[in-house]
């Protein structure tokens, strides 16, 4: 299996740092860790990204002068013709059931995981599975 | 009708071929007038318009009138005396006749007498010899009089005597039409006024609009001079007065006084002269000065509730009258008048009295009045009910908003607890899981992982204590312990508490407590302090960090009141105008970025929010906006020392 390039956007950094390190020992992909959409942008243009881990909450995230949340910034990506193709995984604390599909309708995500993630194995293998397909 | 009665004088003088036809009107009071004459040149003296006492035509003589019509004294000299029939023996003496024994006696028994010779003196100063005296009636009652009289003595032929007769029968029916045309044209007025108030009381306006206006139509369409309404309120314990013209400034329970005259039934009460009135005394002195002398007092009810009365006042009012001779001479009337020349009585302070007519307008009136009045009170009833439920529904839909409002802002707090709960709880579980699949380089590393783990639990320990705190202040379970105490050692203690942060980071903080004491909860007020001069330490990197406290008049809708104000500023970076509003509520940091750069719960200034109100204070904050420092003010209700 070939090591794929993940960007997790994600803003509490100690969560970041350990869900990359746990990706990376578990699956043996790269992980790389921003908070800032302008970053998220440059990368997936430079063709540094295979696949993203968003986290739906960004306080004080913005793009182009406005407030983004994740499920923003997901649809933006999807969106744009360079960085469409991306598969994206919505990470969220807010684990409502019920907001789930509306989520997903409007990040045009690709998936969604709850936080705490209790089964990497299961993320691991979405991960790999989307940017397969 | 004075026409009427002119040509009927100047008619029946020419066919008597006499000096002296007239027509005598008597009034209320038995005195009469003279209203009509027709005299042959100046053989006698002209009596129009003069006025006769009542004493002059005793009640005796009027009651014989009435008994036998037509009486002529044909010559005077030979006391001849002849009637409509001639077979009846002529007399006119009364004096010593009571008006029963008239009533009781019969014709003939009555004429049999001879002349009084008081009239025959009577007649004689007046320069007549003959005298023919026809009594005008109308319904039942003597009217007047049409009375001839010649400088001579003068038989009138039987024939004649018919005519008369007839005349005076046509006089009578001319007099009757009169009379009762003009009590249709009274009653007519009488319904037009009627009309015009049931408009105005049915009109659209308040009634303490209408009143008044009803009042001013009523006072001058019955010749009253002022009038006053007092209308009891609903609640009987309130009264309204309405005044209209010209009456004294008394005051409601002066007013008061004169419904104790009022009579019960629904009946105009009638105080011709309130002189008589020993009950309203003390009113009398101010009445008279206004010159009011006559009262009508009508109760307002509707079936057995009395709603108020309506008074009507008439000035009294100086006449003069014209007299046929000074009769006030000898009041006894033992002697007839010597002269009948022209005295002019001035009669000064009389009463107008009310007539049937005007108290039959009134009660009518009155009956309208409270009827509407009684609608307005019901009309107003209803619609205090219908606003009263009105207004409980309002208050329901309120307390149902209210409690819409608390569940969504409980569903989002649950939602952002779940939130705030599940992101350093994540943080814990991915750190154990690290260590627990031993995904660590080197000691050092398996040393950060703990210690993250650690402070990822502290931080969900706060969080979780938070939650709790406000959980329990919106349950209602969180009690204060309000007590006057000593603000200065409790800042004291504060700073001492907060001295290491000040030398790490060198922020002075300053204190300048300008009040002895402050009623509130002492731990309470503490954990706000610490925590907003936590906040304060935290969000400044230079400058200083001070705490005032002073006694401040504040103007409120209830009056000048006193609080303590409590301010904690800093030259720190500040708060953006547009986040000051919500920067209280829960899980609310200004943005992302302070989270990330200064970590908290977003739950704290949220916390002391809630404990100051529950302490009955308030909190606000105020920045000029971005690193310009921030001000927390903290107000407390002002407790004097005992």
Redesign the interface.
Known sequence: MKSLKVLLVE?????A???A??IQ??GGHQVKLT?EPKTVFELCIAGEVDIILMDI?????SWQGEQVSGTDLSSLLKNNRETASIPIILL?????ASERESLLTNSQANEFFA???ND?NALIKAIEQLVND | MREILDAAVTEVRAFLEIDRVKIYKFDEDGNGQVIAESINGDRLPSLKGLHFPAGDIPSQARELFLKARVRSIVDLEQQRISLTQPDRLPSTATDELTIEEVRQSSLNHLLQRPVDPCHVEYLTLMGVKFSMVVPLLNNGQLWGLLIAHHRRPKVISKSHLEIIQTVSEQLEMAIAHANLFISVQQKAQGEALINQISHLLHSPLENDKILPAVLAKIVPAIGGAGGLLCMNDTEQSEISCYQYGSLPNFSTSDWLQLQNLASNNNKVKVINNIEEQESIKILLPALKRNKLCSLLLMPLSYKQETLGNLAIFRHSIDTEKLWAGNHQEDERQLRPRQSFTEWKEHIQGKAQPWNSREIELIESLGNNLGIAVMQDRLYRQERKQRLLVEMQNQELENARKEAERASSLKSAFLSSSSHELRTPLASILNYLKLLKEGFYENEQELLEYIETAHLSAEHLHRIVDSILDIAKIEAGKMEVDLELFELEPLLMEECKFFQPETIRKDIKLIVDARVKSVYADKIKLKQVLSNLLNNAFKFTHEGEVKIGAITKNLNTSFGEKSVVEISLSDTGIGIEPDKQATIFDAFIQEDGSIRRRYGGTGLGLTICKQLIELMKGQISVFSEGRNRGTTITITLPKVEDK
């Open positions: 803003d509490n950094l100690p969560l740092k350990s869900t390190k746990l020992r578990l908070d909450n960004l306080p004080g995230a969220t604390a807010y684990a409502m936080k705490p993630i990497y």
